[in-house]
């Protein structure tokens, strides 16, 4: 295989592939679903073909399958062409990623094309930042990284805001969930600083819109959301969530896009959306009817029932509850256990079970995340949340 690899990488080089006629499949980037209201327009597909010929790096073979496939999908539709012989390896390499897109339409193609170059120029400009800042602790204001016996762990660092989360936090979060993501940990876990494991948004959010640019912060924020799920989405290792405390919000909402979930039996869990005049995110809209049945979810998401640790894990959206007296030692003692695994069989089984359902999921996220750019718009929504802003400040 080292023969086979070595051939590819001598036949595609970089400085060939920056052409747009070669460009889009690859395992390392999964596919972005967008709903058809943020499809990317004809000129952002030609734009984004020629920001690939201002990449600096090589992204590797995989990313470059990824690019060749999802440019033939966009521009000449599925793959209809013969599959080369078994020892053609790279003209066989390209009809693999290209088939492997099956019937994904022109326009979804033409838009994951654009969502990874994207991806590409942002990994391009993060990496400017010192080498190896992301997996320094001190690197992050919101957050603190670490990594130790196989796990890297990430802490919600705003404990005396219940670590509601701020845009600079989303940013954060995805930077360290990508750094994760190339690191040598077997496990990473997500859990909370304090007695809150996460109040949700920082409402605060809403009220950081430079004059004339409600709309613009809209979009702007929708996209942060998107990206910032599909990180979630993407993730290639068993994901765990550590709820020390209560959570609200999207911090409820992503759970479903966790391996596993321990709680505290302190913890509780609210998604009060249509309280602030808004809609599910974070995937909810489908992996909570899928977990908990179409009435538990109805009570959760739209009518923003509160529920307990015990409750949570009885519908499923909870792995296990633990006392609190015991919750960390317990937790960990286990975890500590898990990451002794073999790291690519852990990695392997979860794309096996995840991989069937994450075009769904990007589906769903693109849709979520484009109704609520609507409900942020909405006189509804901005009364619901200034009314508690509103109240909060009387407190």
Request: hydrophobic letters at 40%; aromatic letters at 8%.
């Amino acid at each position: 295989m080292a023969g086979v690899a070595g051939r590819l990488a001598r036949r595609w080089s970089w400085s060939a592939f920056r052409s747009p006629v070669q460009v889009t499949c690859s395992q390392a980037f999964p596919l972005h679903v967008s709903g058809t209201a943020m499809m990317a327009t004809q000129a952002d597909f030609e734009n984004a073909m020629s920001q690939v010929k201002l990449l600096k790096k090589d992204p590797g073979n995989e990313v470059k399958l990824k690019l060749y496939a999802l440019y033939k999908q966009a521009t000449e539709g599925p793959c209809n062409v013969p599959k080369p012989g078994v020892f053609d390896f790279v003209n066989k390499a390209k009809w693999d990623a290209w088939s492997g897109l099956g019937n994904v339409s022109k326009e979804t193609a033409r838009q994951n094309y654009v969502d990874l170059v994207s991806s590409l120029r942002s990994s391009e400009s993060t990496s400017q930042v010192k080498p190896g800042a992301e997996s320094q602790q001190g690197t992050y204001e919101t957050l603190v990284v670490t990594s130790d016996d196989g796990i890297t762990k990430i802490v919600l660092n705003r404990p005396a805001k219940k670590n509601a989360i701020t845009t600079k936090m989303y940013h954060e979060i995805i930077l360290a969930l990508q750094a994760a993501s190339k690191d040598d940990s077997a496990l990473t876990v997500l859990t909370g600083n304090g007695d809150y494991y996460c109040s949700g948004n920082d409402l605060t959010n809403f009220t950081d819109i430079p004059p004339g640019g409600v709309e613009q912060k809209a979009k702007d924020s929708a996209v942060l959301l998107r990206d910032f799920v599909n990180c979630f989405i993407d993730f290639p290792k068993p994901l765990i969530a550590v709820v020390n405390g209560p959570a609200v919000g999207i911090s409820v909402t992503l759970l479903g896009l966790f391996d596993i979930v321990y709680a505290t039996d302190k913890a509780t869990f609210h998604t009060p959306f249509t309280h602030l005049g808004q809609s599910p995110e974070g995937c909810s809209s489908y992996t909570f009817p899928k977990i908990m049945g179409s009435a538990k979810a109805a009570e959760m998401l739209i009518f923003g029932k509160k529920i307990t640790a015990g409750e949570a894990c009885a519908q499923g959206l909870v792995t296990q509850v633990f006392p609190d007296s015991t919750f960390q030692k317990e937790v960990w003692t286990r975890l500590k256990a898990f990451s002794k695994l073999p790291p690519n069989a852990l990695k392997i089984s979860k794309e096996i079970i995840r991989k069937n359902e994450k075009e769904k999921l990007h589906a769903t996220n693109a849709e979520e995340c484009q109704v609520l750019q609507s409900r942020w718009l909405s006189d509804e929504c901005m009364n619901a949340v200034m009314g508690f802003l509103s109240k909060k400040a009387k407190l």
